[in-house]
């Protein structure tokens, strides 16, 4: 008799849909990030005191590419989903406050 699998096929299937999941969920954001870094003013990045817009711009495509070569899983992948995140929750909001936006995503 074949010694037994400890993992069913099942459980790698599962596992592997739900990694597939964040994977994708991880590269969507840094597109969103990528797509509202580029279609922000230039002036509103100075005077909201942040980086300058192709300083965010070359960052958040820098983040994108990252993962999608090396994957979200690893140093660089991290470095990426962090870096994206900086832009959503703390760039994001400073422009559209400067822009007359408010606190609305």
């Known amino acids: ?3 037994r699998d400890p993992y069913p096929g099942t459980v790698d ?3 592997e849909l739900l990694l ?4 994708i969920g991880v590269l969507i954001v840094e597109a969103w990030a990528v797509v509202d870094s580029v279609r922000r003013p ?4 100075v005077a909201a005191g942040k980086l300058t817009k192709p300083a965010w ?5 820098l983040a994108l590419v990252t993962n999608l070569y090396f994957g979200i899983f ?6 990426g989903i962090i870096a994206s995140v900086v832009y959503l929750v703390d760039v ?3 422009i559209k406050e400067v822009q007359g936006g408010g606190d609305r995503w």
């Not at 230039?42 to 990045?45: F, P, S, V, W």
Request: zero cysteines.
């Open 20 to 23: 597939r999941a964040v994977s």
């Open 74 to 79: 690893g140093l660089f992948g991290l470095a």
């Open 13 to 15: 299937n599962l596992t």
């Open 1 to 3: 008799m074949p010694p």
């Open 57 to 61: 711009v070359g960052i958040t495509v």
């Open 42 to 45: 230039t002036a509103t990045y």
């Open 92 to 94: 994001r909001p400073a």
